[in-house]
C-alpha cells in the first residue's frame, strides 16, 4: 500500500526527510549563545537599575511577548503556505506575496507607534509603573517582532536553520549589547528598552535579507520531482483545498492557521507572563524581588521558543508530506527538559545563593518561590512544544483547551494577591494540570493517525490518503 500526501507526492519523497537533531545545530548553538548572553544581561542590568526600575523591566518584557504574539501566530501562517507552495511547485507565487505582506505590516507598525505614543501615560498607570521611561520603545520592538516573524516564517519552510540561527543570534546579541551598554550609560530604564528595539531592528534587516536572497531559485531542486509525483496521481476537487490532486493553501487555509495560532499563542503569553504583571499591579515594592526568580525561571521558555524554530517547520512539512514527525518532536523534548532539571537542581539546592549572585542580595526575597515557579516554568515548556507540533499538523482544537488553562491561571493568581510564593506556587499546580492535558490531546490525535495509517476506524489525520 502506498500513501500518497496532498499533493500526490509520497511520503518518502527526499523534501521531506530530515537529518535528526543535526538539522537544528545552528538554531541549538544561537539559542546557546543567547541564553549566555540574556544571563550576562539579567545580571548586569540588575545591578544598573534600581530594584523599582528592574521590576518595571520585567513588566515591559512581559508586554513585550504578548505584543509579539501576533508575529508569531503569522509565522505559522507563512510556514504553512510557503510549505505547500513549494510541495506543489508554485515557487513563482511568494516573492509578490511575501512583498504584499510586509507593506500592509509596515503600515500598521506606523499607526501603532503613533497610537502607543499617546497612549503611554494610561500604560504606565494601567501597570502602576514608576514612570512612562521605556514604554514606547518596547511596545514598538513587539510590533517589529510581527515583521520579523514573517521572514523567519519564509527561512523555516526553506529548512535554511543556517540563516536563521544567524538572525536569532543578531537579535539577541545585539539587545544584550545594547540593553547593558545603554543602560551603563546613564539611560536607565529607557536605556535598557532601547536595547530591546535596536536588537528587533537588526534582527528585521538581516531577516529580510534572508528571505528574498534568492528568491527565484530557491525551491528549483523540488519543483521538478514534486511536479513528476504529482502528476502520478489525480483527483476530483474537495472541500479541504485539494484541487487535481494538489494541496492548495488558499486564504481560507492561511487564516485557519494564523487565527489558530494568534489565539493559541496569546494565551501562552498570558499563561507565561500573566504572574509577573499581576505581582507587579497588587505588589509593586515585590515586584523587583518576583522579577528575579522570574527572569530565571523563564529562561527555559525563551530556550524552549528557540527550539520550536526547528520542530514547527519539521512538524508542517511532514505533515503536508503525509507523515509526523515524531522523532524531531521527541528531540525538542529533550534538549528543553535538559536545562530545566538543571534550573530545578538549583532553586532546590541553592536559591537564595544563586539569587544573590545573579541579581544582589536586595532581590533575593522571592527565593522561596523559586523552585516553584522553575517547575511551572517546565511545565509550561511541554504544553508549548506539544502547541507548536499542533501548529505543525493543523489541529484546531488547542486554543479551547489554552484557555481553560490560562483562565485557571489567572483566576488562582488574583487569590494569591500579588503573594510571591503563594502565586509561584499556584502557577506549578496550573500549568502541571495543563501540560498533562495538552499532552493527552497528542496522544488521541497520535492515535487517530494511527488507525487512519493501518486501515482501522478513525478520523483522518494529517491528510493521508491511500492507494492500493
Not at 293 to 307: C, E, Y
Not at 365 to 375: C, D, E, I, Q, T
Request: glycine share 12%; proline share 4%.
Amino acid at each position: 500500500m502506498q500513501i500518497i500526501t496532498r499533493a500526490g507526492v509520497d511520503a518518502g519523497d527526499p523534501i521531506s526527510e530530515t537529518r535528526g537533531i543535526f538539522r537544528a545545530a545552528p538554531i541549538v548553538i544561537a539559542g546557546v549563545a543567547i541564553a549566555l548572553a540574556n544571563i550576562g544581561s539579567t545580571v548586569v542590568v540588575a545591578r544598573l537599575l534600581i530594584p523599582r526600575e528592574y521590576g518595571a523591566l520585567t513588566q515591559l518584557l512581559g508586554l513585550f511577548f504578548i505584543l509579539s504574539m501576533p508575529g508569531s501566530a503569522l509565522m505559522v501562517g507563512v510556514v504553512h503556505r510557503v510549505t505547500a507552495w513549494r510541495i506543489a511547485g508554485d515557487e513563482h507565487r511568494l516573492k509578490p506575496w511575501l512583498g504584499r505582506v510586509e507593506t500592509f505590516c509596515f503600515g500598521g507598525l506606523v499607526l501603532f507607534m503613533v497610537t502607543v505614543w499617546i497612549l503611554q501615560g494610561r500604560i504606565a498607570a494601567w501597570l502602576s509603573l514608576p514612570s512612562r521611561a521605556g514604554i514606547f520603545e518596547t511596545l514598538v520592538a513587539g510590533a517589529l517582532w510581527v515583521i520579523v516573524s514573517v521572514n523567519r516564517g519564509v527561512l523555516q519552510a526553506r529548512k535554511e536553520y543556517g540563516w536563521l540561527g544567524w538572525n536569532l543570534a543578531i537579535e539577541g546579541l545585539t539587545r544584550t549589547v545594547f540593553m547593558i551598554g545603554l543602560a551603563a550609560a546613564g539611560l536607565g530604564l529607557t536605556g535598557a528598552a532601547m536595547g530591546i528595539l535596536l536588537g528587533e531592528a537588526l534582527a528585521l534587516t538581516h531577516g529580510m535579507a534572508g528571505a528574498f536572497r534568492g528568491m527565484t531559485g530557491v525551491f528549483r531542486r523540488s519543483v521538478a520531482s514534486s511536479k513528476r509525483a504529482a502528476s502520478a496521481f489525480r483527483e476530483p476537487a474537495g472541500p479541504s483545498g485539494q484541487e487535481h490532486g494538489r494541496f492548495t493553501h488558499g486564504r481560507r487555509e492561511l487564516a485557519g492557521d494564523v487565527l489558530t495560532a494568534f489565539a493559541s499563542l496569546g494565551l501562552l503569553a498570558i499563561l507565561q507572563y500573566m504572574d509577573v504583571v499581576m505581582v507587579g499591579s497588587f505588589s509593586p515594592s515585590r515586584a523587583g524581588d518576583y522579577g528575579a526568580i522570574s527572569v530565571s525561571a523563564k529562561s527555559l521558555v525563551f530556550w524552549t521558543i528557540m527550539l520550536t524554530n526547528y520542530l514547527l517547520p519539521e512538524a508542517t512539512i511532514r505533515w503536508h508530506m503525509g507523515g509526523h514527525a515524531l522523532g524531531e518532536l521527541r528531540n525538542t523534548l529533550i534538549l528543553a527538559l535538559l536545562p530545566a532539571l538543571l534550573m530545578l537542581a538549583v532553586a532546590l539546592t541553592v536559591p537564595s545563593l544563586f539569587l544573590g549572585a545573579a541579581f544582589g542580595s536586595n532581590l533575593e526575597g522571592a527565593a522561596s518561590g523559586f523552585p516553584y515557579l522553575v517547575g511551572a516554568m517546565a511545565f509550561l515548556s511541554v504544553t508549548i512544544i506539544f502547541t507548536n507540533y499542533f501548529f505543525g499538523v493543523a489541529w484546531r482544537g488547542i486554543p479551547a483547551v489554552l484557555t481553560v488553562g490560562a483562565g485557571a491561571l489567572i483566576g488562582s493568581i488574583v487569590a494569591a494577591g500579588g503573594r510571591p510564593l503563594q502565586t509561584a506556587r499556584m502557577d506549578l499546580v496550573v500549568q502541571a494540570c495543563l501540560a498533562a492535558v495538552v499532552v493527552g490531546c497528542f496522544v488521541v490525535l497520535t492515535r487517530r493517525y494511527t488507525q487512519t495509517q493501518t486501515g482501522r476506524p478513525g478520523k483522518p489525520c494529517g491528510g493521508i490518503q491511500y492507494k492500493k
